[in-house]
């Protein structure tokens, strides 16, 4: 069984690595963070145990694999997955947990030179196989990986979510965003976006720009209702606190920082029932541009910033660790 290897696999990978110490394996860490994106390949994330989506990424070496999962990269993996608090060995074996996952489902491809189906196949594994022999050694060589990667083109990620956007492709001149007409003249009226922000509080994600201290500060002054200058909003400060299972700390939902810009409207009943726990909210649906998903990622800060939402630490932290110190 294929799940079967895996696991004595992942195991014996722990043993091996970590001998008496408290670190969580790969497999753990993978089943708790990083399953949240690589398990249904969502948001453009190589999927596990798809060898075509990781092979381009293998070719480049192991050791740019765990670079990107450390710092993470600007197509949307978040530095260690969104999870500061594991150490770079625990995100490498969840990296190793991942890379086992593709090679030992590419092995009996790979392997019997025999198998029929092989010639007919345009993929470029029996290239592998011929320069090189010895099953152990499965780095493709650098020729080879580059007809893969060719072969395999790593596509246009993330397309639907902007503001996960590469660093250089963010806040383009309105007649360039894809947004705006540029065949219409007020267009090119408007500010760009990177002289408009100068002087409004910064972060580190989508835009740039802190919005909530920006309107905090007084910064800005959003009008509530395009033709009443005076009208105000109704800001209701009422947080919703969203138990999540697993190791995330939870999610503090705050009514706040939400009606200072936006109408109850916007979100009741259309996109949430108003009333606490009625609605099945999951990170697969915010990723997939649902429920908080609906403006996150698109015209407020993306997925990328974990702990903006999961802001409240689990109450149940200490004793957890308290259990875990004396298992020991
Ligand atoms: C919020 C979604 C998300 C989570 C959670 C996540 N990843 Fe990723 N990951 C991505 C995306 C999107 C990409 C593709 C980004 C790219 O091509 O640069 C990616 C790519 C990668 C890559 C390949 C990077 C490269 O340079 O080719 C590795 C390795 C990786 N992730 C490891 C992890 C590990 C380990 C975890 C858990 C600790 C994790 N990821 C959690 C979204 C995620
Ligand atoms: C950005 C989206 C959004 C906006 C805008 C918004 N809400 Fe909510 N509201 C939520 C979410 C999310 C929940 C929690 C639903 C859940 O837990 O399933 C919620 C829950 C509620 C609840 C249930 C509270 C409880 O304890 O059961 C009430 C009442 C409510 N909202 C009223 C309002 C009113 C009044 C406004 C406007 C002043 C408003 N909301 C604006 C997203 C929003
Ligand atoms: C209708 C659009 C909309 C929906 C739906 C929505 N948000 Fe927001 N959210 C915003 C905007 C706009 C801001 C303020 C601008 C920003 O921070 O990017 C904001 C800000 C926040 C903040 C404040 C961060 C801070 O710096 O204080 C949190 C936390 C947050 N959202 C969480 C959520 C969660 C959790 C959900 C789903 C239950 C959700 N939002 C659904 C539009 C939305
Ligand atoms: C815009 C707010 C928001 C952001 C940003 C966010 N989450 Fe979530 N997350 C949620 C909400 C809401 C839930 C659902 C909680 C519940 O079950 O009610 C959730 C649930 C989860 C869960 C539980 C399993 C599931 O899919 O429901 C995990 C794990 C998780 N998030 C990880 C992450 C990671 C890792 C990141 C950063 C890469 C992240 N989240 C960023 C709002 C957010």
């Not at 007020?186 to 509080?201: F, S």
Request: glycine share 8%.
């Amino acid at each position: 069984m294929k799940l079967h290897s895996l696991i004595t696999l992942s195991l014996a990978v722990s043993v091996l690595v970590t001998p008496a110490l408290a670190q969580k394996s790969g497999k753990d860490v993978y089943g708790k963070t990083c399953a949240v994106c690589h398990a249904t390949g969502i948001a453009g994330a190589p999927k596990y145990g798809n060898a075509g989506d990781w092979s381009p990424r293998i070719a480049g070496g192991t050791g740019r694999l765990y670079g990107s999962a450390l710092k993470g990269t600007p197509k949307g993996m978040p530095a260690k997955g969104g999870n500061p608090s594991y150490s770079d060995a625990e995100v490498k074996a969840a990296v190793d947990y991942m890379l086992a996952a593709v090679k030992t489902a590419a092995k009996p491809t790979a392997t019997p030179p025999q198998n029929p189906v092989a010639k007919e196949e345009p993929k470029p594994e029996p290239k592998v196989a011929t320069s090189t022999p010895k099953v152990d050694k499965a780095e493709p060589t650098p020729t080879a990986a580059a007809a893969m990667a060719e072969a395999v083109p790593v596509g246009d990620v993330n397309a639907f979510n902007r503001l996960l956007k590469p660093l250089g492709k963010r806040n383009p001149p309105p007649p360039e965003d894809g947004i705006h007409d540029p065949a219409n003249d007020g267009t090119h009226a408007l500010l760009p976006p990177l002289t408009a922000y100068a002087g409004l509080p910064k972060s580190l994600a989508g835009n740039r720009v802190n919005w909530v201290e920006a309107i905090g500060t007084k910064k800005i002054n959003p009008r509530w209702d395009r033709t009443d200058p005076k009208a105000e909003p109704v800001v209701m400060d009422l947080n919703i606190v969203r138990e999540v299972k697993g190791s995330m700390p939870d999610v503090v939902y705050p009514h706040k920082q939400h009606t200072e810009w936006l109408d109850c409207s916007n979100c009741h009943p259309a996109i949430f029932v108003p009333q606490k726990g009625a609605n099945a909210i999951s990170m697969a649906a915010i990723l997939l541009g649902e429920k908080c998903g609906v403006c996150h990622g698109k015209v407020a800060f993306p997925v990328s910033e974990c702990r903006l939402c999961h802001s409240k630490k689990k109450d149940l932290a200490r004793p957890a660790q308290a259990a875990a110190s004396v298992a020991k």
